[in-house]
T-cell receptor
Framework: QKEVEQNSGPLSVPEGAIASLNCTYSDRVSQSFFWYRQYSGKSPELIMSIYSNGDKEDGRFTAQLNKASQYVSLLIRDSQPSDSSTYLCAVRARDDKIIFGKGTRLHILP | ETGVTQTPRHLVMGMTNKKSLKCEQHLGHNAMYWYKQSAKKPLELMFVYNFKEQTENNSVPSRFSPECPNSSHLFLHLHTLQPEDSALYLC????????????FGPGTRLTVT
């Protein structure tokens, strides 16, 4: 049973456009949700966290959470080539373990 | 140094060797974690330590042995590993075990021959 699912991609987005990354999770009681960015050969870097339904904005990044649909997304506005990376969705499950998805590879086309 | 550091960054070892991975965090956090990242698989949590006490062991084989002498240092002792143990081993820390954000070190790329 997959607990956190992400489309592996690659997702190709033109520079300057909005990149939309999606994640679904299976544990309905999950309360905490995170997005990490991981460049090739590097470690994951936390970029956003969200705990309540709705949108949370931080610069060019917006996290969206819909607990009823068990869906969390990350929007990147004005995409830059430097945004090309793998984005990991992580969810804190009922036993407080953080479960990671396999990640979505994002490629920003110059 | 700042953040979470790990040494060595790369390690090649034979199946009969014994080696140790080291992690140090300079963030004043109380919880530390070991993760394994293999190709095309999600990050797998291995061990969790909170205030030097092990709180989780995710059914990790005994050939991996963690040690946490204090809240700033975490070791992973390796012995008689298998080729399928080759992976990126990541250390992370957070303020508390139930804290929300984890910060990762650069990882150790381990190859077992």
């Amino acid at each position: 049973q997959k607990e956190v699912e992400q489309n592996s991609g690659p997702l190709s987005v033109p520079e300057g456009a909005i990149a939309s990354l999606n994640c679904t999770y299976s544990d309905r009681v999950s309360q905490s949700f995170f997005w990490y960015r991981q460049y090739s050969g590097k470690s994951p870097e936390l970029i956003m966290s969200i705990y309540s339904n709705g949108d949370k904005e931080d610069g060019r990044f917006t996290a969206q959470l819909n607990k009823a649909s068990q869906y969390v997304s990350l929007l990147i506005r004005d995409s830059q080539p430097s945004d090309s990376s793998t984005y990991l969705c992580a969810v804190r499950a009922r036993d407080d373990k953080i479960i990671f998805g396999k990640g979505t590879r994002l490629h920003i086309l110059p | 140094e700042t953040g979470v550091t790990q040494t060595p960054r790369h390690l090649v070892m034979g199946m009969t060797n014994k080696k140790s991975l080291k992690c140090e965090q300079h963030l004043g956090h109380n919880a530390m974690y070991w993760y394994k990242q293999s190709a095309k698989k999600p990050l797998e949590l291995m061990f969790v330590y909170n205030f030097k006490e092990q709180t989780e062991n995710n059914s990790v084989p005994s050939r991996f042995s963690p040690e946490c002498p204090n809240s700033s240092h975490l070791f992973l002792h390796l012995h008689t590993l298998q080729p399928e143990d080759s992976a990126l081993y990541l250390c992370a820390s957070s303020q508390e075990r139930l804290a929300y954000e984890q910060y990762f070190g650069p990882g150790t790329r381990l190859t077992v021959t």
